[in-house]
């Protein structure tokens, strides 16, 4: 099984459209996760961090869901620009590493 | 502003040869990260650095050397280059405060013919 494991996509949606990720990782030890977005031909960056008690940053939610071992991303009254590749990231438990997932693509249109 | 910077966008080389790829963060960073990133295969982790002079292996290290000698400076050398090393690299750094948060270089797209 991967470390951190997402579902490719792509994901395409209309504009307005809500749309969740999730992103299941598989080292139960791991206490910090991140959301990254990289737009095609750019690096990532970071978009939210996720909290256990879930959190919210405008139009974008990340929750995690200890338990069952995946975080999500929520995405509200998608625009065009919300296009990318969406990265989670986990901490390894050791030093400052992380391990991204693969990324989902979203393609939001017209 | 944070500010990583890679030595070069893209990069031609020849099988065999030696390539330097180098990354300069402004930001004071502990650490820092080199990353290549494959259709498919997504970020993998080659080598990491906690401080100067200090070096981890990361998940690929295989065919790669690092080196820093300096804070800001965190370098990646290829010994021998080889076509299955064509990819994206990217650098990154993190404060050990903000670990979570890396900070990305444009990458390097880098050709091995």
């Known amino acids: 099984r991967k470390e951190v494991e997402q579902d490719p996509g792509p994901f395409n949606v209309p504009e307005g459209a809500t749309v969740a990720f999730n992103c299941t990782y598989s080292?139960?030890?791991?206490?910090?996760f991140f959301w990254y977005r990289q737009d095609c031909r750019k690096e990532p960056k970071l978009l939210m961090s996720?909290?256990?008690s879930g959190n919210e940053d405008g139009r974008f939610t990340a929750q995690l869901n200890r338990a069952s071992q995946y975080i999500s991303l929520l995405i509200r009254d998608s625009k065009l620009s919300d296009s990318a590749t969406y990265l989670c990231?986990?901490?390894?438990?050791?030093?400052?590493?992380?391990?991204f997932g693969t990324g989902t693509r979203l393609q939001v249109t017209l | 502003d944070v500010k990583v910077t890679q030595s070069s966008r893209y990069l031609v080389k020849r099988t065999g040869e030696k390539v330097f790829l180098e990354c300069v963060q402004d930001m004071d960073h502990e650490n820092m990260f080199w990353y290549r990133q494959d259709p498919g295969l997504g970020l993998r982790l080659i080598y990491f650095?906690?401080?100067?002079?200090?070096?981890e292996k990361g998940d690929i290290p295989e065919g790669y050397s690092v080196s820093r000698e300096k804070k800001e400076r965190f370098s990646l050398i290829l010994e021998s280059a080889s076509t299955n090393q064509t990819s994206m690299y990217l650098c990154?750094?993190?404060?050990?405060?903000?670990?979570?948060?890396?900070?990305f270089g444009p990458g390097t797209r880098l050709t091995v013919l």
């Open positions: 080292n139960s030890a791991s206490q910090s």
């Open positions: 996720v909290y256990s």
């Open positions: 650095s906690y401080d100067v002079k200090m070096k």
């Open positions: 990154a750094s993190s404060s050990v405060a903000g670990a979570g948060t890396q900070y």
């Open positions: 990231a986990v901490d390894t438990g050791t030093a400052s590493k992380l391990t």
